[in-house]
Every structure is written in structure tokens, then in C-alpha cells.
């Protein structure tokens, strides 16, 4: 069976999506606590299809070999993945291999949980690479939240203790608003701390 088909397609599927430190957290924390409906983030699906003895994770050593292990003598030796997001933040074919990797895996187990709330009539989608690793078909209707790159900048120096060329550099790796805004159906204006969109999401949920 294709996985597409195992789809409801009277379900309600919201593809919330927008740049990174856009503010999707803080979108989806206030879904998940004004609203009953279930939400499932890619981030951390691919969280679990990278932990140790899983085929991602098998293959990730395959290809990179034991330096990305978190810790040597730590008993699970899981993989470091701030070490890893600045292995493939720095080498685009590292980037472009772990991609092809995990993006077909997040959306093969995005589906299956999926079809696991077949009978709710709504679902959140959390995908930060939404357009990027071409995830629109699973989606019945993309929301995208639009954050000007200043914030962003500032948010990413703060929560990653990075510098200002690097958080600009982690943002242009993504596309741009302007191009993702031409494939979505509704924004989510968090600009500044009036956050509008509240009153969106409750015109719409």
C-alpha cells in the first residue's frame, strides 16, 4: 500500500511551518494548551529514528563514523546532534546525504502516526522543512509563521550561543519567506509581542 494511502481524506491536516526561531515553539505550546488536538512535530520523530540501533542511526555511523557519538564511554552512545548540525551546517553534501536519509524516514512515520488519529477530524503538523523537504502532500493546508529575520537573528544568538554571522548564515540555508508564503494558505503574524496570530488560530481552529 502506498503510505499516502493510509491517509483519512476527510482529515484536516495543518502543516505549520516558518524559519527557524520563527516562534513555532511557542505556536505549537499554545495550541497544545487552548486546543484538543493532537500535534506531531517532525523534530522529533527524527529525534527517535536516530537513537541508538535504529536503521538512521546505523547509518548515520556507516557514513560518519564513531566521531559523532555524544559520548565514548556513555552506555547508550547516542549521537551528538549539535555535533552533527555543525558537521552538515558546514558540508553541503553532508547536508544533502543526511537529508535524503532522515526526510523520506520523518515522513513515512509522520503518516503512520497519522493514520493513528484517524478519528480525530484535526491535526498540527510541526515541520520546520516543510517546502524544503517537500512534505505539502501530506498536508491538507500549510500555515506559515512569519518572523522578521532581525528576531529571528536575535533569538538564535540567545538560544544557541552562536555568533550574528552564524545565526544569519543558519537562516539563508533555509528559503525565504517571500517563497514560502507563494505555497501557503494562511500566516501566522508574530512580528512583534502583539502576538496576532492568536487571533488567527482562534478564527480557524
Known sequence: MDILQKLKNNQRRIGLTGGIASGKT?????????????ILDADNLSRELIKPNTYGYKKILE??????IHNKNYSEKAINRKLLRNIIFKNSESKEWIEKLLHPLIKEKMIDECSQYKDHQTIILVIPLLFEAKFEDICTEIWLVK??????KKRLITRDKISEKEAYE?????LSFEEKRKFSDII?????????????ISELL
Not at 147 to 152: D, L, S, T
Open 26 to 38: 511557542t505556536i505549537t505550546n499554545y495550541i497544545r494548551k487552548h486546543k484538543n488536538i493532537p
Open 63 to 68: 557514513y560518519f563514523g564513531n566521531q559523532i
Open 147 to 152: 518572523c522578521p529575520k532581525e528576531i529571528q
Open 170 to 174: 543558519s537562516i539563508n540555508l533555509q
Open 188 to 200: 501566522l503574524d508574530n512580528s512583534d509581542d502583539q502576538n496576532k496570530w492568536i487571533d488567527t
